[in-house]
């Protein structure tokens, strides 16, 4: 009696739970159709050709066939498209969703003083997307085998062999309170950037070399939270006190190998106002890369090696790693009291 009716409870509760899941995945197909019109309300175009459920009973696989998203803005432009993109989650962690998509490519163009568009080719991208209350508040992708291309002339295409992208809007998470002592503003975002293994393509050899082993750049974003990327928004986010901290940037490069970590913010003409860190070794292949790509003057070039050659002196050879200050002050980036660069504004108001 006692196992007839154990056998009635479990198969109520299957029943009752395979009920849940046909149920659920009857309105995933009815959600995506919403997400797509919120999206578009948003300034964001999801298209794609047909979706399907599957995954019974531990999962819920959702698969689009073709899909796009693209967004377009007066200050610059997305494009997303791959023929399958899956979207995996659990029944019971319905905010946390696992994506994966094959032969992706993404289009991003920023029109800053000149108009940079950088286009990605993937054979493989994974993504975990974290939801706090519908909003998206954690997001990580990992790409293999990426191709980073562009039209500008400045920018050279490479070849990567992984790269990260991991997202964390801390004011969703409620992370967002300014500290204590009061002299930081209330974080709206950490962002991370991983590349290993960057081989730059096309004829020629950069003065570093064609490899770069290793990228990794952490930053946090505080202030008021810009709602676009444009001229009046970044104004009213610098005007409260908006900064983006440094937390860690290194790269090796070569004979070139850099650790730094800083504050900026923009001045008045929206070029970046900060200070530096700099712990380098190599700094002279630094000189030369920046001379060759015209992006230092001769003049300074000679000042800079001369200066590098005594500091090299105090700190005990070449082999030896160096720490500068650097200064970024009325669009002139500084090493000590040494300008080494002119920089343009990240954004021209209209």
């Known amino acids: ?22 149920y659920i ?55 997303a498209e791959t023929p399958l993109l899956q979207a995996i989650t659990q029944p019971w962690k319905p905010d946390h969703w696992i994506v994966i998509a094959e032969k992706a490519r993404t289009d991003l163009v920023l029109k800053r003083s000149e108009t940079l568009e950088i286009v990605s080719e993937s054979s493989l ?19 293999e085998n990426v191709t980073l291309s ?29 500290s204590k002592d009061g002299l930081f503003e209330a974080k709206i975002a950490d962002v991370a950037l991983t590349l290993r293994n960057a081989v730059i393509s096309g004829e020629g050899s950069p003065a570093l070399g064609k490899k ?13 939270r810009p709602l676009a990327w444009s001229a009046e928004e970044l104004a009213v986010w610098r005007d409260s006190g908006g900064t983006l901290d ?23 003409a929206f070029r970046l106002l ?15 890369h920046l001379a060759a790509r015209d992006m230092i003057s001769a003049e300074n070039a000679v000042i800079a090696r001369e200066s590098l050659t005594f500091m090299q002196l105090a700190a005990g050879g070449e082999d030896q790693p160096l720490e500068l200050p650097i200064l970024i002050q009325d669009g002139v980036i500084s090493a000590g009291p040494i300008p080494i660069a002119e920089i343009d504004p990240v954004i021209r108001p209209r």
Request: aromatic letters at 8%; charged letters at 25%.
């Open 1 to 22: 009696m006692k196992i007839k009716t154990l056998f009635t409870v479990v198969l109520i509760a299957a029943l009752a739970y395979s009920g849940y899941w046909y």
């Open 25 to 79: 995945a009857r309105t995933i197909e009815d959600r995506m159709a919403r997400v797509s019109h919120d999206l578009k309300a948003s300034g964001y175009d999801l298209d794609y050709e047909d979706v399907s459920v599957s995954g019974y009973p531990y999962r819920f696989v959702v698969e689009m066939g073709d899909a796009r998203l693209q967004s377009k803005g007066r200050d610059g432009m997305l494009s």
């Open 125 to 143: 991208i994974r993504g975990s997307l974290v939801f706090i209350d519908g909003a998206l508040a954690r997001t990580g992708i990992e790409m």
């Open 150 to 178: 562009s039209p500008s002339q400045s920018f050279r295409p490479m070849e990567v062999e992984k790269m990260e992208i991991h997202i964390r809007r801390t004011h969703i998470e409620r992370a967002d309170t300014p």
């Open 212 to 224: 770069i082993a290793k990228f990794d750049l952490d930053t946090t974003l505080r202030g008021t």
């Open 246 to 268: 440094l937390n860690r940037l290194a790269l090796e490069w070569g004979r070139l190998s850099i650790k730094a970590d800083g504050d900026f913010a923009l001045d008045e």
């Open 274 to 288: 900060g200070a530096v860190t700099l712990h380098i070794k190599g700094a002279d292949a630094l000189i030369g």
